[in-house]
């Protein structure tokens, strides 16, 4: 047996036909080392299992089944046994096979494996407002250290701990939550009854998340690109202040001194510091190529609203139509699978597919004797076969036709015109909007003064382009319109100053910007102009 298997050998007792009475072994030692009783004998261990296992299960488990399964926990090195001899009284105790047992580091290793296991198989996924705020907070922290000359190692430390452990968290948690959202769309492992009684807390729940990610996302953007210059420093501090409590012989390189081996460890911790600052960074800021995982994951919980929305009303839509298909077809096939005879398959087959003879066809007596006696077979063309009665009823009601005077054309072009003279009005507002904000020169957003409703609405929606496409906060962008008509670039000010627009319903606040506004097709918007 190679090394490796050697090393797994003590989660051999999770296979086979035992493993109740192993898993329940290994519980009682883990019970009882938390209240420091290292060592347990055979009968102690018994009367642990009482608790532990049910009554049908305690029988079946004798004081030999016990030692049996003790014995191959030993073999597995889930278990060390050393010989008990503090009850020996006579030749025969001595001779006798005795033992004390006790967890192993490996077993003991295993227990606390498989604990972290089952409660990351049962842990929900959520999403976490709260620690946006934690982190937030962690961050202006160290922000405050970061201008300090001499930092405190001990507070540095604990602060980045504290940002570490928040973020490790709500990733985490984001990926599981929105791993159980896809599921729950989609309606795998999902009682339906159990999802309509929630999905008003679930939607609640999401759009909370998205509004707090809206409104924290930008300020902890802002704050990580403050600490670019400092957070170095704050990391080796971190780093330092961990290699100062790690035990003698933990770096790999055993050939250094005490001062080397301690520089090695804290080179080592310092990349994992500097690695998990880097995750959070891509975690809140996105580059040109790629778009930072706090945009996708709000992408994705915008999506899911919807998409809930949609499994809610297809599920309302299923309960509610009168006609389901499947249902229908299910039923049937009850309905026939219940039939006593073949008779009554061919009644609910004529039924329920109305395969019944056509009602405006007259078969009277005389015909079915006319059948019985000159019988037509059925692959006789229809003109060569003999002639099929039809009602007269059938004529006097088959087709309808309204009597009296047709209805005077009713003359529309009033309608038309006022339609018409609207739409001329509503595209000339929107093509002077465009000639106050299409100048294609640079305009700080403050130049802008006042607007009327339309151009501030051409301007609302400039700016949302731009802002959509933009990957970084500090960066300048350009984008194209969604029809293609205008090309839009902004570009932030060095000077923080803000920008106020006035308009008809308030007036309008934020950073100032260069606004960019190129109309691409002015021969088109010149020769409307002259058509109006």
Aim: aromatic residues 6%; glycine residues 4%.
């Amino acid at each position: 047996m190679s090394e490796q298997t050697d090393r797994f050998r003590p989660f051999a007792h999770l296979q086979g036909g035992n493993v109740a009475l192993y898993r329940a072994i290994m519980a009682v030692f883990v019970r009882q080392k938390v209240t420091y009783a290292i060592h347990l004998r055979p009968e102690d261990v018994c009367d642990g299992l009482r608790r532990d296992i049910d009554e049908a299960t305690r029988s079946k488990n004798s004081l030999d089944d016990v030692n049996a399964a003790l014995r191959q926990l030993v073999d597995w090195g889930n278990l060390r046994a050393d010989p008990d001899t503090s009850r020996v009284t006579t030749v025969e105790d001595f001779h006798r096979a005795r033992f004390l047992y006790q967890l192993t580091r490996d077993g003991e290793a295993v227990e606390v494996a498989l604990a972290e296991f089952d409660i990351a198989l049962g842990r929900r996924g959520e999403l976490q407002s709260v620690a946006l705020a934690d982190i937030t907070a962690a961050l202006r922290e160290l922000s405050l250290y970061a201008e300090e000359a001499a930092p405190d190692p001990a507070k540095v430390h604990l602060a980045l701990t504290s940002l570490s452990a928040r973020f490790t968290g709500l990733a985490d948690n984001a990926a599981a939550f929105m791993a159980s959202l896809q599921r729950t769309i989609d309606l795998h492992d999902v009682e339906v009854d159990v999802f309509l009684a929630y999905k008003d807390r679930l939607i609640d729940y999401l759009q909370r998340f998205v509004e707090d990610l809206v409104v924290r996302r930008p300020e902890i953007a802002d704050l990580i690109d403050s600490l670019q210059d400092g957070m170095p420093q704050l990391l080796d501090v971190a780093a330092a202040r961990e290699a100062s409590d790690v035990a003698p012989g933990a770096a790999d390189d055993t050939d250094h001194d005490d001062e080397g081996e301690r520089l090695a460890i804290q080179r080592g911790k310092a990349v994992e510091w500097h690695a998990r600052w880097t995750g959070l960074q891509a975690w809140f800021i996105g580059t040109d190529d790629r778009p930072s995982q706090s945009t996708l994951l709000l992408q994705r919980a915008r999506s899911a609203i919807p998409a809930l929305l949609r499994v809610v009303a297809a599920l309302h839509d299923r309960r509610t139509r009168r006609s389901d298909r499947s249902t229908d077809f299910k039923t049937l096939a009850v309905w026939f699978a219940e039939a006593e005879d073949a008779r009554d398959c061919h009644r609910l087959w004529r039924a329920a597919f109305g395969l019944s003879p056509a009602r405006h066809l007259t078969v009277d007596a005389a015909t079915l004797e006319q059948w019985r006696d000159d019988p037509v077979p059925a692959a006789t063309p229809w003109a060569e076969a003999p002639p099929i009665v039809v009602s007269p009823t059938l004529r006097r009601t088959g087709s309808f036709t309204r009597r009296g005077r047709a209805p005077a054309i009713e003359d529309r072009s009033a309608g038309r015109s006022a339609l018409r003279r609207y739409a001329d009005q509503e595209a000339a507002q929107i093509r002077a909007a465009r000639r106050r904000l299409a100048t294609g020169r640079p305009t700080r957003l403050s130049e802008l003064g006042t607007l009327d409703t339309h151009e501030f609405a051409l301007f609302l929606s400039v700016l949302g382009e731009a802002l959509a496409a933009r990957r970084h906060r500090h960066g300048p962008t350009s984008t194209v319109s969604a029809d293609g008509s205008l090309e839009v670039r902004l570009e932030p000010t060095d000077d923080a100053a803000q920008a106020e627009l006035r308009t008809p319903d308030g007036t309008f606040r934020g950073p100032d910007h260069l606004l960019t506004v190129i109309d691409l097709d002015p021969a088109a918007s010149d020769q409307q102009e002259v058509a109006s």
